[in-house]
C-alpha cells in the first residue's frame, strides 16, 4: 500500500498524577504528544490506523488514581481502538477491524482451557505493549485476534471503539455468570459507562427481570428504556433501605429473592457494599467494576446462603463477533452512549470525565493530528 506513514504520532502519559503522603502535595500528571517511528512488522503482525479509540475509567486511573500500567510510563493509554488495517498481513490490509482489548497468548494452559481472557502473558494495548496504546494515529498489533467489521450499518467506525472493553466486557460476565434465559438479575451501576450495555446485555440474552440500581434518577429513567424493568435509586438510602425495596419488588412481582444474578459494575466501595448485602440464597455475584476500595464479608454466609462470588476480567476475543453483532442488529444500542471528540482535546476530556465520575456518555477520540 502507498504513502505508508514512516512514523506513529501518540498522545503520551509520560507522568501519572502522584500524591505524596508526607507532603501531601500532588503532581499533576502530564499527557505530552510525540512521534515514534513506526516498528518494522513482525510475521503476524498489522499496523492500524486508528479510526477512534473509547476513553475507559481503567486509563484514567492509570492516569490519575496511581494504578501501575505494566509497561512503564511514558507510554500511549487506550485500549477501546477500532481502525482500519493498512499494513502487514494481506489477508487483513483494508479490512476496518476492532482491537481485543486483551490479547491473549494462545500458548498457556489458561488460553488452552477457555480462560485465555486472564492469560497471564496477555497483551493489553495503553498499557502493556511497551509505548503502544489507542490514543494515537497508529497502533502494530497482532492479527490473529482481530475482529472483522464488514458492516457498518449506518455506525461510524470511531463510534464502534467501544466495543472493545465498553460492551465485550458485560458479554464476557454473563459467560462468568452462566446466565440463562428467565433468570433474575441486578446491575448495580445500570447507569454507567460499561452499566448501560451490562443492563442491555443481560436482557438480550434472555434475563426475565433486570433491576438496575444508581444514584441519578433522569439516567435510572432512561435506563427503563434500555434494558431495565425496574429502577432503584440509591439517593439517601442506606443499604437496609435498599434491600427491603429489591425485596419488596419481588413480593409484589411474585418474584423469588434466591437465585439471583448481580452484576457490581461500579467498582466503588459503596457500590461493593451494597452487591453483598442483596447476595442471598443460591445467588450469584460477578465482580466486573474495578476499584481500589476494600469490603469487609463474612464469608461463612457464602457457605449458608450456598452462594458464590466470581471475578470477571476482560472479554475473549473469540466472543466480539458475537458482541458486535448484537450491536450492529441493535439488540445492544451504543447510539445515545457515545461521544465522539478529537483526540486533541485528551487532556480536557480526561478532566471532565475524572470530574464527573459517571459522565452521561461514554468518549470515543478520534485522531486529529
Request: proline fraction near 6%.
Amino acid at each position: 500500500m502507498a504513502d505508508l506513514p514512516k512514523t506513529i504520532k501518540q498522545w503520551q502519559m509520560t507522568q501519572p498524577t502522584v500524591y505524596n503522603r508526607e507532603t501531601k502535595e500532588t503532581t499533576p500528571g502530564k499527557l505530552e504528544m510525540v512521534e515514534i517511528p513506526v516498528p518494522e512488522l513482525k510475521e503476524g503482525e498489522v499496523l492500524i490506523e486508528i479510526a477512534g479509540c473509547g476513553v475507559c475509567h481503567t486509563d484514567l486511573g492509570y492516569f490519575y488514581d496511581g494504578v501501575p500500567t505494566v509497561s512503564k510510563p511514558p507510554l500511549a493509554l487506550g485500549h477501546e481502538i477500532s481502525g482500519t488495517v493498512i499494513a502487514g498481513d494481506p489477508a487483513w490490509v483494508g479490512k476496518e477491524v476492532i482491537i481485543p482489548a486483551v490479547l491473549p497468548c494462545r500458548k498457556c494452559i489458561l488460553c488452552k482451557t477457555g480462560r485465555g481472557n486472564r492469560c497471564l502473558a496477555q497483551k493489553m494495548p495503553g498499557n502493556s505493549m511497551g509505548v503502544f496504546g489507542g490514543f494515537a494515529s497508529h497502533i502494530v498489533v497482532p492479527s490473529i485476534d482481530l475482529c472483522l467489521v464488514a458492516d457498518k450499518k449506518g455506525y461510524a467506525l470511531e463510534q464502534l471503539a467501544v466495543v472493545a472493553d465498553a460492551v465485550t466486557t458485560p458479554y464476557q460476565a454473563c459467560k462468568r455468570a452462566d446466565l440463562q434465559p428467565g433468570d433474575n438479575v441486578i446491575v448495580i451501576g445500570a447507569t454507567g459507562g460499561v452499566g448501560v450495555y451490562m443492563a442491555q446485555t443481560v436482557k438480550a440474552l434472555g434475563a426475565k427481570t433486570v433491576i438496575g440500581i444508581a444514584r441519578n434518577p433522569d439516567k435510572l429513567k432512561r435506563a427503563l428504556d434500555y434494558g431495565c424493568d425496574y429502577t432503584i435509586s440509591t439517593l439517601e438510602k442506606d443499604n437496609k433501605a435498599l434491600v427491603k425495596e429489591w425485596r419488596d419488588y419481588c413480593k409484589s412481582r411474585g418474584l423469588d429473592n434466591t437465585g439471583w444474578k448481580i452484576f457490581e459494575v461500579t467498582g466503588t466501595k459503596a457500590g461493593q457494599d451494597l452487591a453483598l448485602d442483596l447476595l442471598s440464597f443460591v445467588g450469584k455475584l460477578l465482580v466486573v467494576g474495578f476499584g481500589l476500595s476494600r469490603s469487609e464479608y463474612m464469608f461463612s454466609r457464602l457457605m449458608a446462603f450456598d452462594a458464590e462470588i466470581i471475578g470477571t476480567w476482560g472479554c475473549l476475543p473469540e466472543y466480539y463477533p458475537i458482541v458486535l453483532d448484537m450491536v450492529l442488529n441493535k439488540k445492544i444500542v451504543i447510539d445515545p452512549f457515545v461521544e465522539v471528540r478529537p483526540m486533541s482535546t485528551i487532556a480536557a476530556t480526561f478532566d471532565e470525565i475524572h470530574k464527573a465520575g459517571s459522565p452521561a456518555k461514554r468518549v470515543s477520540l478520534k485522531p486529529d493530528f
